[in-house]
């Protein structure tokens, strides 16, 4: 997956995200990010592969988020690993 493509399906991420009420401040928490920071930061391909990297973390969440967007669950996973730090190895 390009960048590009990658980058716009993690804006739909992040859409997503804003309107889960029960899911929002857990991010927001977990990041530090306040909701200001959602907007200025939507655009920085980094910040998007954190998002990812929160979304990605449970497997409930993927599926909550790929059936909201219309999307097979592993495209969120394709879209991190074209993200910065994508395609470094995950220990865990």
Known sequence: MKQEIA???AVRVLGWL???EDLLPVFLGATGATL???RVQ???PEFLA???DFVLMD???VIRCA???GLPPGDLGAMR???PGGSLPNWT
Do not use: K
């Open 7 to 9: 980058e716009t399906g």
């Open 18 to 20: 804003v309107g889960e």
């Open 36 to 38: 200001a920071d959602l």
């Open 42 to 44: 939507a655009g920085d």
């Open 50 to 52: 954190s998002l990812l």
């Open 59 to 61: 497997d409930a969440w």
């Open 67 to 69: 059936d909201a967007l």
């Open 81 to 83: 690993q074209a993200l």
